[in-house]
């Protein structure tokens, strides 16, 4: 280590001693004038003054879309951007879900003075992880400042809207934001790079194509299709003006702050005092070493971009008293590029990418583009535009566990780290030493990297990990050989073989480095040498929450070899060679095919949601941003760490310390005629649920206690630490396995499904299979939180806004809990954010929860609840184990299929799912005589399992058709032609017994087949999977048969003429999720009563109005609420009829309706849709989906290449929000057959992957790279409303294609070592599990020749 040390004197006032009795204070912004603190003793009384040793500012000035806002120490230091604009409702169009920098929802630009490049730079952050306190000096711009409906919406937004880009809307002000951030800094953006920076928000609705259409449009290299107007930079900063309301060009200049500007105000540093904390801005490295050396045993933390807290929680600001921010300290931004490259500590990911693109071409930097590529997959947008590699790096430090990339990159290359402590001293040091210096009181200064002379350097870096974006890796590794590539590849100095993701401790690969030094990597016998050297000396940690670590450990490995393919490519045979290159992917394209039929219209017609320009612009309010009620109040609930346990003890005693506490509420406080079960008696019958733990734990996750406080923060920090204590813990089931083992059965399951003697017609079949297959859970991942604001009122009852998708359920839920009468509740609901099931059963638990709290303080009570407590309390979608045995002729006909299905419902059998259980759907497309169909339930120490979009539709569907895959392989038949041999045919009975009629599924197949050249393409992959011999590729076809369940649904619908202008409200019980049920009821009814569209609003659902519907969800809500709007505007229409004949003519609509009011006629209809089907399907839906994936065998890691789909929609009221509704299941199929996994603590049963770090739903990028959407054309369904067809939950399961053509591939990979066999794939089809079914063994790991 080398020292070089400076230091100045310099000191921040911290606490004022009162020169009388010596007491300290913390000085406070309203003591503060013109740096002179004016303060009365709290002590004593005395009154003095004194005057600061330093200019510094004791608040913050930023603008937010042009108007000036200044912060100080009303403030706590630990608030957030999003925070400040939400409460201050400075931008309410700027969501929050996650808060924790994983969803993006959050986004907005900020412009500020960037001390690279010496000028102001403008780019999208998220604005929950951005300090309020590090904005000083920023010019912040949200969603409101582009553009709304009223003044004229920005080019961006208008885009969005006319592809179609928003459909909850959650998630459309961010992506949005990041377009104009992007655009801000390059104005020429390529596809590619649209693409690239579009990983930042989670849009659980849409699937990306529609976003990423819109957003390409302004891509200089748009395809003709997508090619936009060329914009204008000055349409782009086409703000709107504070003070004109109109568009302005640059930035409003606000009157009386001349001094604002970024530069001006990032130099000055800054001292803010508050209660709870402080925050200093220092703005050089002196003044930063003084603050450190006052404070460097105190309770002390940097910030920089403050995403730290996004991977662990204990950095948030609120666990720390000083905070120092570092982002003005000017010697932190040193970039020099030359012999050695010097980096300062404060420059973000970005300029990192920025500075190795320039670099790219540069043989002495031989490691630029390999390090380009890896920091692009390194987090997200967002977060590598304000997010420094210092940081990234001290994460690592504290957490060796982390597979930090910027260690990765770092070490490769032997970068030396330079760090001062608070006396000056500076110190160097490796990333490897790095991890064992004692920070306490030091900062980074800088990296420094070396440069090379020659070309036998060459550095690659690699990173696999569950998502192809911003994911953190399983192992990510770098390689840095210098070789000499005319002597057989000989390495000729000790290489550097990095590898994170192993174990805490294992850096570099040492044995296998020492190995090689003076080895020729070219001779076969070497490369054996290495691959075991490197197996022997990998020994992988176990965490629950890792993959598994012979994963790893081939992993790693792997990922040499890949090294060694790529570095030696001319040693390796041509079939080996591509293993040594990644998948390579190119932006998406797709098409949309659907027909019209214009005679209808609006019926039919393809158009935008009402609502589009609205939620482009962020204009729509959902529940969270309504303003707040005078006194209310924030509710977070308490929950339970231990899975099957009782309590010992509750003690709350240090959150109701927390200022700004109010009240700790347990289930004793529930009011008398109230009952501590909050699963309404009208739909789960005897079936009971504890609103509040008594004692019993049955689920890590139960709810304890509620915390009620003045802020959501505040109640959500206190929260946390009310201590519980246990006993009776014992081990929770939290797995399938285990509970069969352990026959952890609910008394009473569903009765077996039967048809024919299945067991006689398998025994005499002359082809038998038997299998097992199974499939995960999936959280529903909406982005717009659980949440309740309920008021109490003033004769005694509740008024509940609530983000349920059954009113009804919730309505009775308060009502039971409070010991009401359900007309003393009213429960009204806008819209929702995304809810995808989520939001049906569990809402009734968030509305009893906060109607409980708000009971007991008497006041408005909001309780949001946090993605943590919500993926641990909820129910998510059921996982399922099936176990079969089939029959079938030599030909593949079916003849009898038996499947045992157990299904993990949690604790309690009751909930969406489980009723699914003696449903349908298990036949999927096949016909076959004879059935059994055998559910057995489990038990599990979860929360009870509920709806998830397609619930008990998506797991059997797929089960099915892994059958028919096992079977075509085991007869070793072409799939698809086993499954034509299958397929229905009109007039056959399904298991239920129930006669299918208009069967369209092989006319689908047949026409798919045509339109993708089946037979060409299938030999296309052939020839690939030929050709490479670590690449393989797999196509698969998936028919479908989806039964749409009418039976036993409830709606009612009233419309309304307005006799004053003829203008028509519609109130139906369905509720607005994003699925466009609005824009549709709008259609109907104005096609009914033959007026035009823009007569007609919807308005709101509420208990009064809409009482007793059923819940929005099962695909059908919309179906079933235009049935009622059509039902009613008929009775309309009959009850005019003889006025409008009596008028003679064809009066006017106006004159029509004035006329029936003034003739007294009633010009109110409702009608309660009210449907009992004999069966449980009313009709099914028919689609046939051909995927193409392409797997790379080394890693596990795959990539969809193509995938079309031919759709039965019927006749589509409205193809283009179909199309819509397509494409967005199919991407939540995506995430639950290939991606999304949850995992629980085996010894706790808690919920691990709670959070956006661990738990990742798909980005742009886990679409396929060619995608293509077709209605079956001219097919009217006759047994639907209006010639229609279901959209909603069908193509969610369609997505399983993907994962029977990434199991093609995986059987080309064991083609090649003669393991060709049969084998199970359950999903998720996750990397991990897909590499370990390759069988992949290090002695296949040669040059091929
Ligand atoms: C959603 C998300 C996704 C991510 N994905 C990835 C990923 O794929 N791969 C990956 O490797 N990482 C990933 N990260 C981690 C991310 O890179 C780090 O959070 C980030 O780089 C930290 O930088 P920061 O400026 O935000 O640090 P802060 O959060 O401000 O600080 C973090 C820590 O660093 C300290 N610190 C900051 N600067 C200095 C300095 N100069 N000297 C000494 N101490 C300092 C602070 O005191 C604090 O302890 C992700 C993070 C998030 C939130
Ligand atoms: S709310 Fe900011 S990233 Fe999720
Ligand atoms: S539209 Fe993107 S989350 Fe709903």
Redesign the pocket.
């Known amino acids: 280590m080398s020292k070089n040390g400076t230091h100045k004197d310099w000191t921040y006032p911290s606490m004022v001693v009162c020169p009388v009795c010596a007491a300290s204070h913390l000085p406070r912004k309203d003591n503060l004038a013109n740096g002179v603190y004016a303060c009365t003793c709290v002590n004593c009384g005395h009154f003095f003054k004194f005057r600061t040793v330093q200019n510094f500012k004791s608040s913050v000035s930023f603008t937010i879309n042009g108007t000036q806002y200044t912060a100080g120490n009303e403030y706590n230091p630990a608030t957030s951007l999003n925070d400040f604009m939400r409460l201050s409702r400075a931008s309410m169009g700027t969501k929050g879900s996650c808060y924790?920098?994983?969803c993006g929802v959050c986004l907005v630009t900020v412009k500020l003075y960037d001390p690279v490049s010496q000028q102001n730079v403008e780019y999208a952050v998220?604005s929950c992880?951005l300090q309020l306190f590090a904005c000083d000096g920023f010019e912040i711009t949200t969603i409101e400042g582009l553009g709304n409906p009223r003044k004229g919406l920005h080019v961006i937004q208008e885009r969005l809207v006319e592809h179609d880009g928003a459909q909850c809307g959650y998630c459309s002000p961010a992506q949005v934001m990041n377009m104009y951030g992007l655009l801000q800094k390059n104005p020429t953006v390529t596809v590619q790079q649209v693409e690239d920076e579009f990983d930042a928000t989670i849009c659980r609705c849409t699937g990306y194509r529609s976003i990423l259409d819109a957003m390409k449009t302004f891509a200089v290299d748009a395809p003709q299709n997508l090619k936009g107007k060329v914009v204008d930079i000055e349409d782009l900063d086409a703000k709107l003006c504070k003070k004109t309301g109109k568009s302005c060009s640059g930035h409003c200049k606000t009157t009386g702050h001349s001094d604002h500007s970024c530069s001006n105000q990032i130099a000055k540093p800054v001292h803010i005092v508050g209660a709870n904390g402080q925050w200093f801005k220092p703005t050089s490295l002196s003044e930063l070493q003084a603050v450190l050396l006052q404070y460097a045993n105190n309770n002390y933390?940097?910030?920089?971009?403050?995403?730290?807290?996004?991977?662990y929680q204990e950095?948030g600001p609120w666990n720390f008293d000083i905070l120092i921010d570092?982002r003005a300290v000017q010697e932190?931004y040193t970039v020099k590029l030359g012999s050695t490259i010097v980096l300062g500590?404060?420059l973000?990911?970005q300029n990192l990418i920025d500075i190795f693109e320039q670099k790219a071409t540069d043989p002495s930097v031989p490691y630029a583009s390999a390090f380009v590529q890896h920091l692009k997959?390194?987090?997200?947008h967002g977060?590598r535009n304000?997010?420094?590699?210092?940081?990234?790096?001290?994460?690592k430090r504290?957490h060796l566990e982390?597979?930090?990339?910027?260690?990765v990159l770092l070490e490769t290359v032997s970068a030396q780290l330079t760090?001062v402590d608070a006396n000056g001293v500076q110190s160097t040091c490796s990333c490897a030493e790095f991890l064992n210096v004692d920070?306490k009181g030091?900062?980074?200064?800088s990296a420094s990297l070396p440069t090379y002379s020659g070309t036998g350097v060459q550095v690659r870096t690699y990173k696999t990990?569950s998502r192809l974006q911003?994911?953190?890796?399983f192992i990510n590794a770098g390689f840095n050989f210098n070789l000499d590539a005319n002597n057989n590849f000989l390495v000729k100095s000790r290489p550097s073989i990095v590898l994170q993701g192993i174990n805490s401790a294992l850096t570099h690969a040492v044995q296998t480095e020492a190995f090689l030094v003076n080895k020729a990597l070219g001779d076969p016998a070497v490369l054996q040498g290495a691959l075991s050297t490197l197996s022997s000396e990998l020994t992988p940690d176990t965490f629950p929450l890792w993959t598994d670590p012979s994963y790893r450990r081939s992993l790693a490995i792997s990922l040499f070899y890949k090294f060694v393919l790529d570095v030696c490519q001319s040693k390796a045979d041509a079939r080996y060679a591509s293993g040594g290159q990644g998948l390579v992917r190119t932006p998406m394209v797709g098409t949309q095919d659907y027909d019209t039929d214009q005679t209808k219209w609006p019926l039919t017609e393809p158009m935008k949601k009402i609502t589009a320009p609205y939620l482009a612009t962020g204009v729509v309010q959902y529940l969270d941003d309504l303003p707040l009620a005078p006194g209310e109040l924030c509710a977070s609930v308490v929950i339970s760490t231990e899975g099957s346990a009782t309590i010992d003890t509750v003690d709350a005693s240090a959150a109701l310390a927390v200022p700004g506490v109010v009240a700790f509420i347990q289930a004793s406080d529930i009011p008398a005629g109230g009952v501590n079960n909050w699963r309404p008696y009208g739909i789960f019958g005897d079936f009971k649920e504890e609103l509040l733990s008594t004692g019993t734990i049955l689920y890590a996750g139960q709810p304890i206690g509620i915390v009620v406080a003045d802020l959501q923060t505040t109640a959500d920090t206190a929260a946390a630490l009310v201590k519980v204590t246990y006993k009776n813990v014992q081990i929770p089931i939290v797995d399938i396995q285990t509970a069969i083992k352990q026959k952890s059965f609910f008394p009473n399951p569903p009765p077996p499904v039967v048809s024919g003697n299945a067991a006689a017609a398998i025994a005499a079949s002359p082809k038998k299979i038997s299998g097992s297959v199974g499939c995960g859970s999936q959280y529903q991942f909406h982005l717009e939180p659980q949440l309740t604001i309920c008021t109490p009122t003033d004769v005694g009852g509740m008024k509940v806004k609530t983000t349920t998708q059954w009113i009804d359920g919730s309505l009775e839920s308060v009502a039971q809990v409070l010991g009401l009468q359900q007309s003393d509740v009213t429960v009204e609901v806008e819209r929702l954010g995304g809810a995808f099931g989520g939001k049906i059963t569990q809402n009734f638990l968030v509305s009893g929860l906060c109607a409980l709290a708000a009971y007991v303080v008497g006041r408005t009570v909001k309780m949001r609840v946090d993605i943590h407590t919500n993926m641990k309390m909820l129910g998510k979608r059921t996982p399922y184990y099936a176990e079969y045995q089939v029959g079938s002729d030599v030909t593949g006909k079916l003849t009898g299929v038996i499947i045992t299905l157990y299904g993990d419902e949690g604790w309690g059998l009751t909930d969406v799912e489980s009723s699914m259980f003696v449903q349908d759907w298990f036949d999927n497309a096949y016909y076959c005589p004879n059935w059994l169909f055998t559910p057995i339930p489990l038990k599990t120490n979860k929360p009870v399992n509920t709806g998830c979009r397609a619930p008990g539709s998506a797991p059997f569907i797929f089960v099915m058709e892994s059958i028919m895959e096992h079977l075509a392989k085991s007869l070793q038949l072409d799939p698809l032609a086993v499954k034509q041999l299958n397929l229905y045919t009109s007039g056959q009975k399904d298991p239920a017994g129930m006669v299918l009629n208009y069967v369209t599924i092989g006319e689908i197949v047949t026409q798919l087949k045509a339109d993708i050249n089946y037979n060409q393409r299938i030999q296309a992959v052939n020839d690939f999977n030929k050709a490479n011999r670590w690449k393989k590729r797999g196509l698969a076809v998936m028919p479908m048969r989806f039964a749409i369940m009418w039976s036993g649904s409830q709606f009612n619908s009233h419309v309304i003429i307005h006799h004053g202008d003829g203008s028509v409200s519609v109130a139906h019980g369905g509720i607005d999720v994003g699925q466009g049920i609005n824009t549709k009821i709008i259609q109907v009814c104005a096609y009914e009563l033959g007026i035009p569209m823009s007569k007609i609003r919807v308005k709101k659902s509420s208990s009064t109005i809409n009482a007793n519907s059923y819940t929005t969800g099962g695909s059908i809500t919309t179906e079933l609420c235009c049935i009622g709007v059509i039902e009613s505007c008929r009775i309309l229409k009959d009850r005019m009829a003889p006025v409008k004949a009596a008028m003679g003519g064809n009066p006017s609509w106006e004159d029509l309706v004035a006329r029936c009011y003034q003739l007294m006629v009633n010009l109110t209809a409702s009608y309660v849709t009210h449907q009992n089907d004999p069966f449980a399907a009313h009709y099914s839906s028919y689609s046939a989906t051909c995927a193409e994936a392409e797997l790379d065998v080394l890693t596990g890691q795959y990539q969809l290449r193509q995938l079309d789909m031919l759709y039965d929609c019927g006749d589509s009221m409205n193809p283009e929000l179909d199309i819509g509704q397509v494409e967005g299941g199919f991407a939540m199929g995506l995430g639950y057959f290939l991606q999304e996994d949850l995992k629980y603590d085996p010894k706790t049963g808690e919920v691990l992957t709670a959070g956006?770090?661990d738990y990742k739903p798909p980005l742009p990028k886990d679409l396929p790279m060619n995608l293509n959407f077709k209605f079956l054309k001219k097919t009217p369904n006759p047994i639907g409303v209006l010639g229609s067809k279901a959209v909603g939950e069908p193509p969610l399961v369609t997505a399983a294609a993907c994962l029977f053509a990434i199991k093609h591939a995986v059987e080309a990979a064991r083609a090649e070592t003669a393991q060709d066999t049969f084998f199970s794939l359950s999903a998720p089809a996750t990397v991990d599990k897909v590499q370990a079914l390759c069988l992949n063994n290090i002695s296949s790991y040669t040059y091929g020749k």
């Open positions: 924790e920098g994983g998220n992880c933390r940097l910030v920089f971009g403050n995403t730290g807290f996004g991977l950095l570092i932190l500590a404060n973000s990911l997959i390194t987090a997200q977060i304000m997010s420094s590699w210092a940081g990234n790096l001290m994460l504290a982390f597979p930090s990339d910027i260690f760090i920070m030091k900062v980074i200064i990990s911003a994911s953190q890796a956006t770090w």
